[in-house]
């Protein structure tokens, strides 16, 4: 079982920097990709960022491209989301999700093909 803790949430002003981490734990994490999703108070839960675990590949939203990136370090089986020029609509609780399996990238963008997923850690963006 692979168990997934996020971390570096918190209170940042807009236009302002933060970087999550998510640590795979219980076992190595040989899967296929993980990725960033979050969800704001009243919404639905929302795909931020992916990555494909070999490969590297990455994909994101839409509202992030070019403010945020994905990245990830195998040898730590941690995954990374440095977001930069963060805006109030940011605000949310972002959780990390892992995906064992190749199921068509196509899919990343959506919770489908993730099997693990984190607590989630509050990114607040204040005006």
């Known amino acids: 079982q692979v168990q997934l803790v996020e971390s570096g949430g918190g209170l940042v002003q807009a236009g302002g920097s933060l970087r999550l981490s998510c640590a795979a734990s219980?076992?190595?994490?040989?899967?296929?990709?993980m990725a960033w999703f979050r969800q704001a108070p009243e919404k639905e839960r929302e795909f931020v960022a992916a990555?494909?675990?070999?490969?590297?590949?990455?994909y994101y939203a839409d509202s992030v491209k070019g403010r945020f990136t994905i990245s990830r370090d195998n040898a730590k089986n941690t995954v990374y989301l440095q977001m930069n020029s963060l805006k109030p609509e940011d605000t949310a609780v972002y959780y990390c999700?892992?995906?064992?399996?190749?199921?068509?990238?196509?899919?990343?963008?959506?919770?489908?093909?993730?099997?693990?997923w984190g607590q989630g850690t509050q990114v607040t963006v204040s005006v």
């Open positions: 219980g076992r190595t994490f040989n899967g296929y990709a």
């Open positions: 999700a892992g995906s064992e399996y190749n199921q068509g990238d196509y899919r990343l963008p959506t919770p489908v093909p993730y099997e693990y």
């Open positions: 990555i494909t675990w070999s490969r590297g590949s990455t």
